[in-house]
C-alpha cells in the first residue's frame, strides 16, 4: 500500500539517478588501460564523476574535464575546471582552448578517452572567427527563450564552434578515441548530445540558418556572416574520424526502466509513454492530463494504482518573465488541467537536478495544490502565462531540490493515479 504518493515519487526520481551514476556504470564500458599515454578529455555536467569513476578504475591519468560550477570532484590526475551553464563564460573559453591543444598533442599511438554528457555545448566554447563571446553567449540565451528543440538548438552551436561537430575528435587524429557518452537527448543520437563534439555531422551552415529563421531567434549580423563563410563541422565520413569509436553507454530509458521495476514492486501498474518524449512543457502536461484522467474514469475498487512515467526534453517558448524550466512548467499545466482531480498526485524533474536555468530539479504536485495555491493568495495561472512555475511552487513548498546529481539523462516524469 503506498501512503505518500509524493514521497513514492521522489523514491522512483531517486532510483533513475541512481541507475545514471557514472560510478555505478561507467566502469563496465572501460577497456584495460591501454599502454602507452593516455589522455582524458571531456565537458558535462556529469563529465567530472566520470573522470572520477575512470581514476577509480584505471589510476591517476593526464586530462582535463570541463563540468558546470558546483559539479566538481576530486580526482587524482585528471585536472577538473568549472565553467559556467547554459550560458558559456571566460573559465568555458579559456579551458576548452587548452583542451584542443591537449587533444592536438596527442600522437598516432597514443589514446585519447572522451567523457561527453549533456551540458557540454555550453562548457565546450570555442567560436568561430568573426564571432566574439559575448556574441556566443547572446545567441545562446536566444536559443534557450526561443522554445527549438534541443537538436535544431545544437545545429546552431556546431556551426558557430571549432570544437563541436567532430572537431574535437580530429582535433586528436591520428590517436585511438573512445567517447563514452551519457546521453540526454531524445532518440539517443551521439551527434545530438553536447553538440557531438566526437561525431561527425553531415548539416550545414545552411541548416543553422534555417532554425534560426525558423524559430525567430535574434542573432547579432556577425553570426549570420560567419555562418555565409562555412564552418570546420567534420563530415561523418571524414578520415579523421575514423579512429574515433562513440559508445553511449548511459540513457533515459536504463533509468525509466529502473524506476519502472521499482514501481511494479510496489504493486504498480506501470505504463511507460516514452523516452523520447519532445514538445511545449504545457502542451504536452495538458495530453498526459487527458490521458490521466481517462484511465482513472475506468478505474474500479480494487484495481492497482497506474503509473505513467515519461523521459525526454520538453521545451518552454519564453512568452513572460520567470525562468520557464520546463518539468515546473509541466507540474504547473498538468495541476491546472487535472482541476483537483482526487487520486492523482505527479513528479517532473531534470536528472541533473538543474531545471531550466534554475538551481532547482523540477515540483511535485498533488490534487490539494490549487487549493493551497488559493489558501496562500497564489493564483497559478498568471504564474503560468508568465513561465513562472519555479517561483509558484517554491510559495507552495513544492520544489524538488536535489542539488548537483553528477548525472544527466535527462527528464524524468511520473504520474501517480488510483481511485
Known amino acids: 500500500m503506498i501512503h505518500r504518493p509524493d514521497l ?12 545514471a551514476d557514472p560510478m555505478r556504470s561507467l566502469k563496465d564500458y572501460l577497456p584495460e588501460k591501454p599502454k602507452g599515454r593516455v589522455i582524458v578529455i571531456g565537458a558535462g555536467k556529469a563529465s567530472a564523476r566520470m573522470a572520477e569513476a575512470v581514476e577509480a578504475a584505471w589510476g591517476p591519468c593526464e586530462g582535463l574535464v570541463i563540468t558546470r560550477y558546483g559539479y566538481a570532484r576530486s580526482c587524482q590526475g585528471i585536472e577538473i575546471v568549472e565553467a559556467a551553464h547554459p550560458v558559456p563564460d571566460e573559465a568555458g573559453l579559456a579551458a576548452t582552448a587548452r583542451m584542443l591543444a591537449l587533444a592536438e598533442s596527442a600522437g598516432e ?29 547572446a545567441v545562446n540565451q536566444a536559443l534557450l527563450a526561443s522554445g ?20 574535437l575528435a580530429a582535433a586528436a587524429w591520428p590517436a585511438h578515441l573512445l567517447a563514452l557518452i551519457i546521453s540526454d537527448v531524445p532518440g539517443d543520437d ?13 548539416s550545414t551552415p545552411d541548416d543553422a540558418l534555417a532554425v534560426i529563421d525558423r524559430w ?24 579523421r574520424l575514423a579512429r574515433t569509436r562513440n559508445v553511449i553507454y548511459a540513457a533515459p530509458r536504463q533509468s525509466l526502466e529502473a524506476a519502472a521495476a521499482l514501481a511494479t ?16 512543457a504545457r502542451e ?5 492530463a487527458k490521458e490521466a484522467l ?71 504536485i498533488g490534487p490539494n495544490v490549487l487549493k493551497d495555491a488559493v489558501d496562500r493568495g497564489r493564483d497559478p495561472r498568471p504564474a503560468l502565462e508568465r513561465n513562472d512555475a519555479h517561483s509558484f511552487f517554491a510559495a507552495m513548498d513544492a520544489q524538488v531540490v536535489t542539488g548537483p546529481t553528477l548525472t544527466n539523462v535527462n527528464d524524468f516524469r511520473a504520474i501517480f493515479i488510483r481511485i
Open 8 to 19: 513514492f515519487l521522489r523514491r522512483l526520481f531517486d532510483r533513475a539517478v541512481e541507475v
Open 190 to 202: 551521439p551527434a545530438f548530445i553536447g553538440s557531438g563534439p566526437t561525431v561527425g555531422d553531415p
Open 294 to 364: 481517462a484511465l482513472q474514469s475506468v478505474m474500479k475498487p480494487g484495481d492497482s494504482p497506474i503509473l505513467l512515467l515519461s523521459g525526454g526534453e520538453l521545451t518552454v517558448t519564453r512568452r513572460g518573465d520567470g525562468i520557464g524550466g520546463p518539468n515546473a512548467e509541466f507540474c504547473l499545466a498538468l495541476a491546472l488541467a487535472l482541476d483537483g482531480a482526487e487520486g492523482i498526485h505527479a513528479l517532473a524533474c531534470d536528472t541533473d537536478g538543474v531545471d531550466g536555468a534554475a538551481e532547482v530539479a523540477g515540483a511535485v
Open 109 to 137: 599511438g597514443d589514446f585519447v578517452l572522451a567523457l561527453i554528457s549533456g551540458g557540454a555545448s555550453a562548457l565546450l566554447v570555442q567560436p568561430v572567427l568573426g564571432v566574439s563571446l559575448a556574441e556566443k553567449q
Open 284 to 288: 504536452v502536461a495538458a495530453a498526459q
Open 216 to 239: 525567430k531567434v535574434a542573432v547579432p549580423q556577425s553570426v549570420r556572416e560567419a555562418l555565409s563563410r562555412g564552418s570546420g563541422v567534420v563530415q561523418p565520413d571524414d578520415p
Open 148 to 167: 527549438a528543440p534541443i537538436d535544431r538548438m545544437n545545429t546552431v552551436r556546431k556551426h558557430l564552434s571549432k570544437v563541436k561537430g567532430g572537431q
Open 265 to 280: 514492486e510496489a504493486g504498480c501498474d506501470v505504463r511507460l509513454l516514452g523516452d523520447a518524449l519532445e514538445g511545449e
